[in-house]
């Protein structure tokens, strides 16, 4: 059993930037897809970037060009740069992973182990 433990969250005005990190502990993370989602209050769990086992890396259009996945083998970790952000950035954003993607990327519902979650609020 794999475990998750994002940091890195924080307060942050319109325009700033801010960096998450996600260190997967149990497993070599270099077997799994790693992936970051983000709930805002009152909304569902929605997607925003996935690092691929095979070196590809996806973005929702909302975040392309503001943020960037990367990931980190030898220290068994994933981070999000974020940049120029936005109130509506404003959520509780998870890291998740998975070994085996049976559909699509984008949906939680792939994702079996996921990290407790890290508020990032953006002030205007």
């Known amino acids: 059993q794999v475990q998750l433990v994002e940091s890195g969250g924080g307060l942050v005005q319109a325009g700033g930037s801010l960096r998450l990190s996600c260190v997967l502990s149990?497993?070599?993370?270099?077997?799994?897809?790693m992936a970051w989602f983000r709930q805002a209050p009152g909304k569902g769990r929605e997607f925003v970037a996935m690092?691929?086992?095979?070196?590809?890396?996806n973005y929702d259009d909302s975040v392309r060009g503001r943020f960037t996945m990367s990931r980190d083998n030898v220290k068994n970790m994933v981070s999000l740069q974020m940049n120029s952000l936005k109130p509506e950035d404003t959520a509780v954003y998870f890291c998740?992973?998975?070994?085996?993607?049976?559909?699509?990327?984008?949906?939680?519902?792939?994702?079996?182990?996921w990290g407790q979650g890290t508020q990032v609020t953006v002030s205007s």
């Open positions: 998740a992973a998975t070994q085996f993607l049976k559909r699509t990327y984008i949906s939680p519902d792939e994702y079996g182990s």
């Open positions: 149990g497993r070599a993370i270099s077997t799994y897809h």
């Open positions: 690092s691929g086992i095979g070196g590809t890396t």
